[in-house]
């Protein structure tokens, strides 16, 4: 098979066209001859930081973690799927598991589900990492029908199905955004747009929640934006963040009562813990896009597998609105 592989790490370091044998499916394994894979920022952050980085596979890598594709063969002990279903998953490119930068990916059968029947390839390829994310944030956080909902960084990977899972939740929601595009998309998920440049956190919370705060704020910027996370919601309110490297006071949080979950989502694939629980997610995920709740949003460029380097240049530069999509 053909496959793009890194035989070194740096930010520039180059993606090199390989041929590789083909994967065998062991026990609990699917083959999948992959369609299209996604670029997400932690793949970003594997190949410039390497071994700095104690997730990051050795080297010559196949990265790659989200896929969409259509099983070409299964292991011992798979049940629930066949030969030419079409899937999709997050499942491989880091620590010992390959990835999808490659014609065929071997595949934990407990990592993946069936493919929204709504979707093209591409779409769904786009969605397993920051579906299952943005899922188990708010799942964790307990959002349900009446609450406020707000979501820092609504046009962002994760934040974008964040917003629309909120509002199919039955959640009234809100985003922090900026520019007119940004607006627009958030306006277009059913959810009200908060320009962060230009309002404060107390004056926003003061104009959509009388003062009152939000009961769940859903934080996909993370870092230093924790403390807005803390300041904007409500007393015993839920705080969901993904981006939880950073020092920090909780002495807001502590007085407000607030509960904080932190997500990290890699958890099952690096430790083989609980992964069934990924499969199930993405089931329901399935579900959800189909009944028309859910909507990836894709950056508008495109890229084939030769194109890896320039994909991966597209998400670090900042200009992507939307997913970034590699066309196996």
Do not use: W
Request: aromatic share 6%; glycine share 12%.
């Amino acid at each position: 098979m053909k496959a793009m592989v890194l035989k070194q790490y740096g930010a520039q370091a180059a993606f090199e066209q390989a041929d590789m044998a083909a994967p065998e499916a062991r026990a609990g394994q699917v083959i999948v001859r992959v369609a299209a894979t996604s670029i997400n920022t932690v793949d970003t952050m594997i190949r410039q930081m390497g071994k700095d980085l104690p997730l990051s596979p050795d080297l010559p890598a196949v990265l790659g973690m989200d896929f969409a594709g259509t099983i070409e063969a299964i292991g011992e002990g798979v049940t629930g799927f066949a030969r030419g279903d079409e899937v999709y998953g997050c499942a491989g490119g880091l620590a010992d598991l390959q990835g999808a930068l490659a014609e065929f990916m071997p595949a934990d059968a407990r990592l993946i589900a069936h493919k929204p029947k709504s979707l093209t390839m591409r779409e769904a390829a786009a969605l397993p990492l920051v579906g299952i994310t943005a899922f188990e944030g708010l799942q964790r956080a307990g959002v349900k029908a009446g609450q406020n909902v707000l979501v820092h960084g609504g046009t962002g990977g994760v934040g974008h199905v964040a917003v629309q899972l909120a509002k199919h939740f039955g959640a009234t929601v809100y985003s922090t955004a900026s520019g007119e595009k940004a607006f627009d998309i958030v306006k277009s998920y059913g959810a009200t747009p908060i320009d962060y440049k230009t309002e404060t956190v107390a004056d926003y919370v003061e104009a959509h929640t009388s003062g009152v705060g939000f009961d769940v704020v859903f934080d996909s910027v993370g870092g230093g934006n924790m403390t807005n996370s803390f300041d904007a919601a409500a007393l015993n309110g839920h705080v969901s963040t993904t981006v939880a490297l950073v020092e920090l006071d909780l002495t807001p949080a502590h007085f407000k009562g607030l509960s904080i979950h932190v997500v990290f989502m890699l958890i099952p694939m690096l430790h083989d813990h609980h992964r069934e629980a990924h499969g199930k997610i993405l089931a329901q995920l399935a579900q959800i896009v189909d009944q028309g709740g859910v909507k990836p949003l894709l950056d508008e460029q495109a890229f084939s597998l030769s194109e890896v380097g320039k994909a991966y240049d597209r998400l670090t530069s900042g200009q992507a609105i939307g997913k970034v999509v590699v066309e196996i």
